[in-house]
C-alpha cells in the first residue's frame, strides 16, 4: 500500500522480525528439564486451546508427563482434565524458568501475527511445535496443521524422543534462534 501510495517517494520498507531480550534470558541459568510439554500465552479461543487438549486426549500421554498451560484468562476456560495443570500467568525469570524446564514448548493457534514466544523458547533450547497459524515453516515437520490430529502426532513424535534426540533434532534452530532474533543482529540489518 505504502509503494502504491508513495511511487518514487516511498522509502525502502522492510520486515523486521521481533527480537528476544537476551539478558533476561541468560540472566535465568539453565535448569533440568521435566517431562511437561507447555504452553504460554493468553487463554484466548484464538489460541487453540481446545485442539491442544483434544490433541492431547487422542495422545493418551505417558503417566509421567504432563501439559503445562500457563497464560492470564482472556474468553477461554481450560477444563478439568489428567496431566493437565493451569498455571497463573508468568513473567520475567518466571517465564524464562518454565521455558527452560520444559521438555517441548507448544504453540497450536489458529492465527498469529509473529509468535515470539517461539523465538524466545527456541533461545532457550526447548524443542518447539507450532501450527500454519504461525509463521514458522522453520520449525520443518513440528510446523503442523491446525488441528488436533496433527498436535497429537507431533506431540507423539516428540515424547517419543530421548531428550538427547530432541536437543539434536532442533539444534540447528537453537542457533539460529539466538543470532537471527538477537536485537544487535535486527538492527544491523536495518542499517542501509
Known amino acids: 500500500w505504502m509503494k502504491d501510495a508513495l511511487g518514487q517517494a516511498c522509502p525502502p520498507i ?41 490433541a492431547w486426549h487422542q495422545l493418551n500421554p505417558p503417566a509421567d508427563w504432563e501439559l503445562l498451560i500457563a497464560g492470564p484468562a482472556d474468553g477461554y476456560t481450560v477444563p478439568e482434565m489428567p496431566q493437565v495443570r493451569v498455571l497463573p500467568p ?8 518454565l521455558l527452560k524446564s520444559a521438555a517441548i514448548f507448544i504453540l497450536p493457534t489458529r492465527s498469529e501475527n509473529f509468535g515470539i514466544v517461539v523465538a524466545e523458547a527456541l533461545w532457550c533450547r526447548t524443542p518447539v511445535i507450532c501450527t500454519k497459524g504461525a509463521p514458522w515453516e522453520v520449525l520443518g515437520e513440528y510446523w503442523t496443521d491446525i488441528s488436533a490430529p496433527a498436535l497429537a502426532t507431533a506431540l507423539q513424535s516428540l515424547i517419543a ?32
Open 14 to 54: 522492510r520486515i523486521v522480525p521481533n527480537g528476544v531480550d537476551d539478558g533476561a534470558f541468560e540472566a535465568v541459568p539453565d535448569c533440568p528439564r521435566t517431562k511437561t510439554v507447555l504452553y504460554l500465552g493468553r487463554l484466548h479461543p484464538l489460541k487453540g486451546l481446545d485442539l491442544l487438549l483434544e
Open 161 to 192: 524422543f530421548t531428550p538427547e534426540a530432541r536437543e539434536a533434532r532442533f539444534a540447528p534452530l537453537f542457533d539460529t534462534a539466538k543470532t537471527t532474533y538477537h536485537w544487535q543482529t535486527i538492527a544491523r540489518n536495518l542499517l542501509p
Open 90 to 97: 508468568c513473567y520475567g525469570e518466571e517465564k524464562v524458568k
